[in-house]
């Protein structure tokens, strides 16, 4: 195969800068560091390095998601696709897309599998894994949006059936308003032959929640740090990354890690770009993500208040984790 039959077989639309997109890093960082308390979006997590470090997170021995959603795939996937019998796959959030290769492989069993749709904000990472992709998926086709998943319009391969996925527990990464949007805006955009798997992480053991965002390796507090670097490089911004540290805790009222960095001294720091002087008590904190954390219950509101009916719900053996399979309107 040439190098031209290949990349004929890859279409990456970029919407990161079109007009009006939700990707704006200079009016996110505005809002964010003038707000008390302070806060980024984790979106701006995944340049490159961030992405990098994710999927150093995902294979810790802390970080027993991706582990406890690679089984419940394993022993699922059969079922799910043989439910919904989906031509292609829409990934949100995609990432590295390994666990996605699972339904992959059992749409190519069924003679089904025709392409896959990544819609992710890590243009590395998206190219990456669409380049893995078509080298071991020889008859796939790639359609993907590099953008951000929380304005899902325009969706690839519209007309097709399609499953679509929310995998990884990056729904807990959202506030529950704003994971009942995007949820809302996904279900529009569905058809009554889709389907849309999403993973939810379980309510569990603080000690465990917690091990899980605080690894021995330190991996976690880099991936934490790197969206400072990520300021200083795109924004000019002076953050001095041996000033803060990385601290990920359970809030119990409202059902999720947050991680933070955490200034260790008092200090200011300059954001030339967006004209900002930002001032840090020492001990105050930018939060820097949410990872809320869902019950049968609480996942099964989310989805009814999405207009999404639950057709079914899987949990590993430990119950550490759930993928739910829901539909357009209630099942
Ligand atoms: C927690 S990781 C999950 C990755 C992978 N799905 C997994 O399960 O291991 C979140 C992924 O979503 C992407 N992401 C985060 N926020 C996003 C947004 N608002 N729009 C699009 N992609 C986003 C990141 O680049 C990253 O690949």
Redesign the pocket.
């Known amino acids: 195969m040439t190098e031209d039959t290949t990349r004929s077989r890859i279409v990456l639309r970029n919407t990161l800068r079109e007009h009006a997109s939700p990707y704006d890093l200079h009016a996110d960082a505005r809002a964010g560091l003038s707000s008390t308390p302070k806060t980024l979006p984790?979106?701006y997590f995944?340049d490159a390095r961030g992405?990098h470090l994710?999927e150093m997170i995902?294979r810790l021995p802390e970080y027993y998601l991706?582990r406890a959603e690679t089984e419940i795939l394993e022993r699922e996937a059969g079922r799910f696709v043989g439910a919904v019998r989906p031509r292609v796959l829409v990934e949100?959030?995609?990432?590295?897309a390994r666990?996605t290769r699972i339904l992959l492989d059992a749409m190519l069993e069924r003679g089904l599998l025709e392409g896959y749709g990544p819609?992710?904000?890590?243009a590395e990472?998206s190219r990456h894994a669409a380049d893995a992709l078509i080298r071991d998926y020889p008859d796939i086709r790639v359609e993907g949006v590099i953008?951000?998943?929380?304005r899902p319009r325009d969706l690839p391969f519209a007309g097709r059936p399609r499953l679509m996925a929310f995998?990884?527990s990056?729904i807990g990464?959202l506030e529950p308003v704003q994971a009942t949007s995007f949820l809302t805006s996904v279900q529009k955009e569905m058809t009554g032959a889709d389907g849309f798997l999403v993973g939810f992480d379980l309510v569990k053991d603080v000690d465990v929640l917690e091990r899980a965002y605080n690894d021995e390796a330190g991996v976690t507090a880099k991936f934490n740090l790197n969206v400072l670097r990520v300021l200083n490089r795109d924004l000019g911004a002076s953050f001095d990354l041996e000033a803060f540290r990385h601290r990920a805790v359970w809030n119990a009222r409202d059902a999720r890690i947050e991680m933070h960095l955490e200034s260790m001294v008092e200090q200011s720091v300059r954001i030339p770009s967006i004209g900002l002087e930002i001032a840090f008590a020492a001990g105050e904190t930018i939060r820097t993500e949410l990872s809320h954390k869902y019950t049968r219950e609480s996942a099964n509101g989310l989805l009814d208040a999405s207009g999404l009916g639950l057709e079914s719900w899987c949990t590993d053996a430990s119950d550490r984790f759930a993928l739910a399979l829901v539909r357009a309107g209630t099942v």
Not at 147 to 150: I, L, N, S, T
């Open positions: 984790s979106k995944y992405s994710f995902t991706t949100f959030g995609s990432g590295a666990k819609v992710d904000v890590s990472a953008g951000d998943f929380e995998l990884g990056t990464n």
